[in-house]
């Protein structure tokens, strides 16, 4: 086939069916289309010659060109698409270096090895072109809700047809055991969008909390226009579900508006989640507020507030115990993934026996370390004294309100706790050296005697260990295993070592041993606090 006998104008009509029924710009066909012609007249000429082709927009005509490029003559190494400057003079009046010389040469008979060639180079860009489209219209799309219909289910994940592409909702993504049959129609939440090689991906959930905080956001006219925000959701997809929102008006309830005019708004948010109880709260700053709030429908005697550790002891009445908790700790569970706090319910009664477990303990500790008689290590207890190193160093005056202890009194009792925290470090230091510490961790600011037992132990024998340290070792965390979260005690935990205070002691210890530079960690922090500032600001 020969491109000057064929009908020119056919090109254009056949770039602008291909991109009509992909939804792409013509240009791109046409580009593809382009190369395709140059690939087959590459092909007929000389692989190593620099051909191109330039078709009409309006007439369809095809040019075929062939360029060559003007270059030093000890660079000139393809003599199909470069030339010297002495050869340029043949062509060129005033040849430079980096100069083109461009002329035509005739159109190329298209054979059928070359037309199928070319027909699989305009395939390759159209599809490629489709895949762009395709990816920047949904990159921003990830976020918000889509209507789409079941095109058909594989392995249990559902393939959804989303207008200009097809959307994949795994199984896991799904409410309960929801089934699908082809052309039902579907409202996913778009989870991600992805660009891949087999083209761009998008994820659809209906189990994301995002997806019911969209799908209120589409029922309550308050909240699209930002009088009313969703602060937290927590689900149990097809199950339960918590939310907590937020009123900018005072005059305005969140909870009732959310709820609707006779429960017209949340029930249709019920329908679309396969009748998934929701669970309205009003959104408070106070965290043991907030709570409270969370464990609704249960009534809750008192909240006591760990900030440091993030944990919460909640206190209900015996008969609450059950409502709080919840079906297989459901309440519960829902109300701390709301609070982002580990929650620790108990009865009165419990609370009642812990407290009394953990005041016979004290008073025996002081009992035993401090040689006192049992009303005397009551007394230290009901003042608020929970341990050696508050009574050895805190302020003298502290001592004396204390019923029937005078000056001589306190200053034995404080001679008497710090003598023996001196024999317990010393001991710990012992057994440390007896592990083989070195010198480096021992005198190491920021470790007492017993941490450094406590490192020895677990194999951390010097600075260098140490260093190596994850913060987490060393002070403790959580590993979600299976959906479960679980407890990872850390090897300083008991010393009462936090998160922070491990990070400041590796960080540290790198930088004494020249592993960090303490110029780009101080720039660093200055970032994060700048980082912070803005986050708070706005």
Partial sequence: MAITSANQLELLQTAEAVAREKMIDPGLVVEAMEESLARAAKSRYGSEMDIRVSIDRKTGRATFTRVRTVVDADELENYQSEMTVEQAKQYMSEPEIGATYVEEIPPVEMGRIAAQSAKQVILQKVREAERDRQYNEFKDRAGTIINGLVKREEYGNVIVDVGAGEAILRRNEKIGREAYRPNDRIRCFIKDVRREQRGPQIFLS???????????????????????????????????????????????????????????????????????????????????????????????????????????????????????????????????????????????????????????????????????????AQLLVSEGFTNLEEV????????????????????????????????????????????????????????????????????VKSLEDFATCADWELAGGWTTVDGQRVKDDGILESHGVSLEDAQDLVMTARVMLGWVDPAELEAAKEDAEETEAEDGEA
């Fill in 206 to 376: 209906r189990t994301a909390p995002e997806f019911m905080a969209e799908l209120f956001k589409m029922e309550v006219p308050e909240i699209y226009d930002g009088v009313i925000e969703i602060r937290a959701v927590a689900r149990d997809p097809g199950s339960r579900a918590k939310i907590a929102v937020q009123s900018f008006d005072n005059s305005i309830d969140p909870v009732g508006a959310c709820v609707g005019m006779r429960g017209s708004r949340v029930q249709a948010v019920v329908n679309e989640l396969q009748g998934e109880k929701i669970d309205i709260i009003p959104w408070n700053e106070d965290q043991p507020t907030f709570l409270v709030n969370a464990l609704q429908p249960a009534e809750v005697s008192k909240v006591v507030l760990d900030e440091e550790a993030g944990k919460i002891e909640v206190v209900v009445p015996e008969e609450q115990l059950s409502l709080a908790i919840g079906r297989r700790g459901q309440n519960v569970r829902l109300a701390s993934q709301l609070t982002s706090l580990d929650i620790d319910i108990m009865t009165e009664a419990e609370e009642s026996a812990r407290r009394q477990k953990e005041f016979e303990a004290r008073t025996g500790l002081f009992m035993a370390t401090l040689d006192l008689d049992e009303f005397f």
């Fill in 392 to 459: 050895a160093y805190v302020e003298l005056d502290e001592l004396l309100v204390i019923d029937g202890v005078d000056d001589g009194t306190a200053q034995e009792l404080q001679a008497r706790a710090r003598d023996y925290l001196e024999a317990q470090a010393k001991a710990a230091l012992d057994a440390a050296r007896a592990l083989g510490v070195e010198d480096s961790l021992i005198e190491f600011e920021g470790l007492t005697p017993q941490m450094v037992e406590a490192l020895a132990k677990d194999d």
